[in-house]
């Protein structure tokens, strides 16, 4: 699918600053925490304040792709928040922040949900706009503080953290090429309505799931546009923990250095719908022109899509350092233990609750 | 807080919206519809101009709350702080993600947003200004 002369204007990220190690983690659980994390491939995860959530995650991240941008709000036709931990259940993400950027009224706004690929979903929904003249600026925000129940495996990796991205004609910092996606209906990762925890298959969430959809979604964009894994410079998968990405990689033929500065979850975690997204995010922070760069998200239940893009000369002007780059999260934190953690998830529930 | 109430406030809570005498350029927050600074206020009636404050400021003075309000509670302790902000005006916030044995007077700080609160489990989600140090010095490791 293409989307004639739309691009990336401006982005922004946001990680919130807490950070816990698997060793801490298993250390309460009485398993190898060391060991968990270095078969997961994660260093530490980002653990979200208690008064964070996906609402103040990417409204801190959209105002610094306004900033970087010098977006005027006015021009913002459409925000779309892509999330799987929206704090509401009825009563959107996208219309608080919008209005906390300033884009309100005159715009359209809603909440997307797809797994871990909401935000790369809102990204493609915006280009049609953006392309059809409907819109100027188009904003696609992939955000989540998602939850591994106490004990289970997916609290070692799931974390906190998103992404903007503001999609238009001009001025563009990355041109889209083309997007494509690949989905089936895969029982891999779910949560039924009024669940606190989300529940997985387990072994079931690899090679059916993940690595079926990634590759075949980033063979099948490659073939579409007549590219080898050769021809970028850079490769961002989406990446529940630090091992899986790596794989798909190596499955696709991409070496370690396409893959370098994609890879964010081993310093943060799993930041679901933002992971790919602050992927892109730090391959943007150290392109540089004509750099070409391949894009696979995946979402359980399950789908893929993935995005060929190009850097465009703008990129050596752009505002990269507004805000926080992202390698300044990936090298920083504040180291909490599990108590804390526990507090801040709301895991220990007070009297009367 | 009803919900009427924090719905008519967002535009400050939010965005920081201001006001600004045309006459004397002084900033005010919460937004004056008057400016009590000149001489003779009618003047400024009806003429102050929206604004919007750029977050930025400093730590003016500050206290660490170990008694927390009404929702307050996972957050004890806490830096509470008067900013002085970069337009002039002086706001009470709190400073996030600090450990308040780091919170000094004279720090650079910028508005992040956070919740406040929440009406209950089942109620309306506050949200609105808190300030962060700039730069996050203070959360380097």
Redesign the interface.
Known sequence: MKAEGVGIVSYGTYV???RITPDEIGRVWGVDGVAMGKNLNIHSKSVP?????T??IS??AL?VAMTRGGIDPRDIGAVYVGSESH??AVKPTAT?VA??I?ATPNLTAADFEFACKAGTAAIQVCMGLVASGMIKYGVAIGSDTSQGAPGDALEYSASAGGGAFILGKDPIIAKINATQSYTTDTPDFWRREGQRYPSHGGRFTGEPAYFRHVTECGKGIMASEGTTPADYQHVVFHQPNGKFPQRAGKLLGFNEDQMRYGMVTPWIGNTYSGAALIGLANVLDHAKPTERILVVGYGSGAGSDAFDLTVTDNITNFDRQTG?PVQQDLD????INYSIYA??R?KIR?SG? | MTVARFWRETLRRYNLGASKCPECQAVFFPPRSVCPNCSVHRKSLTKMEACQLSGRGEVYSYTTVHEAADGFEMQVPYVLALVKMAEGPMLTGQIVDVDPKDIREGLPVRATFRRLRADGDDGVIHYGYKFALENGAAAKK
Not at chain 1, 49 to 53: H, T, V
Not at chain 1, 332 to 335: K, S
């Open positions: 919130p600053r807490y304040s208690p008064d964070e959530d609402i103040t409204t801190e105002r704090p509401y608080i209005q906390a300033g926080t920083h934190g504040m180291t507090k801040f709301g007070l609750e």
